[in-house]
């Protein structure tokens, strides 16, 4: 990780203890660098990480000092500090017995010209090609061949160790091979994580609108699931306070980059709060963040995961918005004994990994290759965003409405209400994975669609909206 990123996670740690405050002056960089025998620019690129964050305000000729919005935290006493590793620790809420969970498959053979899907990667840019074609190579290995079915059904060791470097360097999570699950997607990762933490006594709280998938595995547990609501900062956490104060929550679920579907981020001082009224009433978070890597305009803000949160936190990630919606490779990080129980939950439901593509990936990361191609992606997203963002003002001004997000894959529009959006949901030339009937609303994914086909929707939904008005 680099030193700059290494002084600024220094400092939201110090921040989210409580040394810091609102209000208090930093050092000023040639002091900071002088004290640390580094160069100033060093110190200048970890503050101006901290700026856009929001966890530092900055002013011509000032000191740069903590935020305003950042809440009073009360200092915690040194032998309360976590271990370097932050989930070498037991985690400090009960497991509970699971039962099985009923799913429904529906199926639609007609293929339109053009469908919008939720915000999933374009294949043509992913590194499926290198993948395969080292898939191929561990096909090949006669060591490969004996022992394909022996691997560790928490994910190979390859992998595993891959990912701790990867998410320290990249997330600045902090954690040991154990602390780590491999998934067949985050889907699996949320499925474990309920199965685990609830029952019919049991309490979760989401957002409103949340991702209909989570919320409907965490009703199948027999749980109660409390919605609060959510604004351009994200979950609203003083609701949250409130019903802390009258009921006993058990989980909070949190997407914490571009919230599914309205693609909202949740803001730092909310990210405290939330961590602060966890340690308060002793729930877990299931943090979501299937879609950090995606960001365009501004640097994506740390992991709850990766600062003091009691082992409460139960991180989810995915590698399918890099790889493609087919390669279903997930992860989990948590405290070691939860990941212990995940993988005997696991085996009722399935008994082994696809070691070759767990290795293959493993190689992948570890050579670059993976990074490279992500990159490259990266800037083919961004730049059809913005191409996005000049159609909608250009042509559908009139009839939508919506907040362009700083990152992902999809954009939140909602629909002026003499248009509704189940009539729009299946056009002959063109079909919207997932609108939402209570908000006139759909999310446009743009990643997976090149200029051609974007400037094709676009004009889809321009006729149509002529045509109805």
């Known amino acids: 990780m680099p030193i700059y990123r290494q002084i600024a996670i220094s400092i939201i740690n110090a921040i989210k203890n409580g040394y810091l405050k609102a209000g208090d002056q930093l050092p000023g960089s040639r002091d900071l660098a002088n004290s640390l025998n580094l160069h100033r620019k060093t110190i200048i690129a970890a503050y101006e990480e ?11 000729r000032k000191r740069a000092t903590i935020s305003e919005s950042i809440p009073n935290l009360k200092a915690s006493k040194w032998e309360e500090f976590s271990s370097i590793n932050s989930y070498d620790i037991d985690f400090n809420l009960p497991f509970n017995q699971y039962h099985d969970v009923d799913h429904s498959v529906k ?26 074609k080292t898939y191929r190579s561990y096909v090949t290995r006669t060591y490969s061949i004996k022992n394909a079915n022996l691997e560790n059904p928490q994910g190979t060791l390859a992998l595993r160790e891959q990912l701790v ?18 998934t067949h997607g985050a889907q699996m990762s949320i499925y474990l994580s309920a199965q685990l933490l609830l029952n019919k006594k049991a309490k979760i709280v989401v957002a409103k609108p949340n991702y209909p998938k989570a919320s409907q595995t965490f009703s199948n547990t027999g749980a109660k699931v409390l919605e609060i609501g959510i604004d351009e900062k994200g979950l609203k956490t003083d609701e949250l306070e409130s ?6 929550i058990t989980a909070v679920y949190v997407i914490s980059h571009h919230h599914y579907p309205t693609t909202v981020t949740l803001s730092v001082d909310r990210r405290v709060h939330l961590l602060e009224l966890s340690k308060q009433y002793h729930f877990a978070i299931i943090e979501d963040d299937y879609d950090f890597d995606y960001h ?4 994506p803000y740390l992991p709850l995961a990766s600062g003091g949160h009691n082992g409460n936190v139960i991180y989810i990630g995915s590698f399918s918005k890099i790889l493609g919606p087919s390669i279903r490779i997930g992860f989990m ?17 399935d008994v082994g990994n696809d070691a070759y593509m767990q290795n293959s990936l493993a190689s992948l990361i570890k050579e670059g290759e993976f990074t490279r191609y992500f990159k490259k992606a990266k800037k083919f997203y961004q730049e059809r965003l913005e191409l996005l963002d000049q159609l909608l003002k250009k042509e559908l001004n009139k009839y939508i409405s919506y907040t362009l997000p700083t990152g992902g894959m999809a954009v939140w529009i909602k629909v002026d209400k003499q248009f509704p959006i189940s009539a729009i949901q299946n056009l002959s030339k063109l079909r919207i994975k997932h609108i939402s009937k209570e908000e ?20 889809i939904l321009k006729d149509y909206f002529i045509k109805h008005q």
């Open 243 to 248: 019903l802390c104060k009258t009921t006993t």
């Open 296 to 299: 365009y305009t501004t640097p």
């Open 165 to 182: 470097n990867y998410l320290s360097e990249t997330r600045g999570l902090i954690f040991s091979k154990e602390n780590i699950l491999i």
């Open 50 to 60: 901290l700026y856009t964050q929001d966890w530092i305000s900055m002013s011509p």
């Open 440 to 459: 006139n609303a759909f999310r446009f994914g743009f990643a997976s669609l090149n200029e051609k086909e974007i400037l094709q929707a676009i004009h």
């Open 333 to 349: 990080v948590a405290p070691k004994n939860f990941i212990q129980q995940c993988v005997e939950l696991r085996k009722t439901i």
């Open 107 to 132: 199926e639609n053979t007609i293929i339109p010209d053009i469908i919008i899907d939720d915000g999933f990667p374009d294949i043509r840019l992913s590194p499926i090609s290198a993948l395969l």
